[in-house]
């Protein structure tokens, strides 16, 4: 089993910061890659970031050349450095695990950009 707690989420103004940490326990030598989504009221949970075990990222086109996603191995931690804010990533952000047969997904946290 695999557990993940997000946190750094808040409230922040267009053109802002955040730092979004996703901490990670349980049985982690099975990960293939880690990553951050994000889903609003009446849409699909969509792919924000992702990280490879061998350190490949991929990142939404919404999103590149302002978000940078890392993993502290040391700490079993992944990162979701956000710049630039817009109110369009306004969202519930959940950190995945994904394993080779099944996913894990914390709670999520939110994470609103006032205009």
């Known amino acids: 089993q695999v557990q993940l707690v997000e946190s750094g989420g808040g409230l922040v103004q267009t053109g802002g910061s955040l730092r979004l940490s996703c901490a990670a326990s349980?049985?982690?030598?099975?990960?293939?890659?880690m990553g951050w989504y994000r889903q609003t009221p009446g849409k699909q949970r969509e792919l924000v970031a992702e990280?490879?075990?061998?350190?490949?990222?991929n990142y939404a086109d919404s999103v590149k050349g302002r978000f940078t996603i890392s993993r502290d191995n040391a700490k079993n931690t992944v990162y979701l450095q956000m710049n630039s804010l817009k109110p369009e990533d306004t969202a519930v952000y959940s950190c995945k695990f994904q394993a080779p047969f099944r996913a894990y997904w914390g709670q999520g946290t939110q994470v609103t950009v006032s205009s």
């Open positions: 349980g049985s982690l030598a099975s990960m293939l890659a």
């Open positions: 990280i490879t075990y061998g350190d490949v990222t």
